[in-house]
């Protein structure tokens, strides 16, 4: 079974400095993946940013890079240049290959990013 | 479709009423999941469809809750004699294939207010 951990229930910014998010995992499994998902304000769950745990180089999306330590099961988001649009609920989630395909994403309580202007 | 539909939006229901939550996926995604989000908390799996097979269900927490998607695109989540725990939003998903790395994509939810 799998558990993700966010330890930061909210955390507060300036606008155009950059900010981390921090988030641990547990799994049994050696082929997984791992997602920051962003749920701002009117719910819509969208993906920020998607790492295979297989890969060695961290992923980066624009702005958004990940810190993936796979000993440590570690995989904090930095966001870079935070901008007002950034501010929303950001949830980390894996998945694990069952050889099956697709399950379900495992998700942490998530983190509130509030960005001050 | 541009993106996962959900219907309706809100719905609040007196406690022991029977629900169901409608979920229209991307045209073309073959994945469908449901999950249930409690107020403050991450989204939690309770279903999973490849086509028209449900083939994960491990997640739903009671025999209350049932799900099905017949002709393997529109889905429906049916709670029968509402309990106010099962108070939540309920996001559907839909992805492209089934793989594990596959972004899914959300829809905005069923808040459910059970009284």
């Known amino acids: 079974a799998q558990t993700v951990t966010q330890s930061q229930p909210e955390m507060s910014v300036q606008e155009a400095e950059t900010v981390t998010l921090s988030c641990t995992y547990d799994?049994?499994?050696?082929?997984?993946?791992l997602f920051w998902y962003k749920q701002p304000p009117s719910r819509q769950m969208i993906l920020v940013i998607r790492?295979?745990?297989?890969?060695?180089q961290n992923a980066t999306e624009n702005r958004f890079s990940v810190n993936f330590q796979k000993a440590a099961k570690s995989f904090s988001l930095k966001i870079s240049d935070s901008q007002l649009g950034d501010a929303a609920m950001y949830f980390c989630?894996?998945?694990?290959?069952?050889?099956?395909?697709?399950?379900?994403?495992?998700f942490g309580k998530g983190t509130h990013l509030i960005i001050q202007p | 479709g541009a993106g996962v539909s959900q219907s309706p939006r809100y719905k609040v229901a007196k406690r022991g009423q029977d629900v169901a939550l409608r979920c229209d996926p991307i045209s073309g995604h073959v994945s469908l999941f449901w999950y249930q989000q409690a107020l403050g908390q991450g989204p939690e799996f309770l279903t999973y469809?490849?086509?028209?097979?449900?083939?994960?269900k491990s997640g739903l927490p009671s025999d209350r809750f049932f799900a099905e998607r017949p002709e393997g695109s529109v889905s429906t989540l049916k709670i029968q004699r509402t309990q106010q725990e099962d108070s939540a939003v309920y996001l559907c998903?839909?992805?492209?294939?089934?793989?594990?790395?596959?972004?899914?994509?959300f829809g905005p939810g069923t808040r459910l207010l059970v009284l």
């Open positions: 799994t049994s499994e050696s082929d997984y993946y």
């Open positions: 989630a894996s998945s694990e290959y069952s050889g099956g395909g697709a399950d379900g994403l495992t």
């Open positions: 998903a839909s992805s492209l294939i089934r793989r594990s790395q596959e972004t899914q994509y």
């Open positions: 469809f490849q086509n028209e097979a449900q083939l994960d």
């Open positions: 790492q295979e745990a297989y890969k060695q």
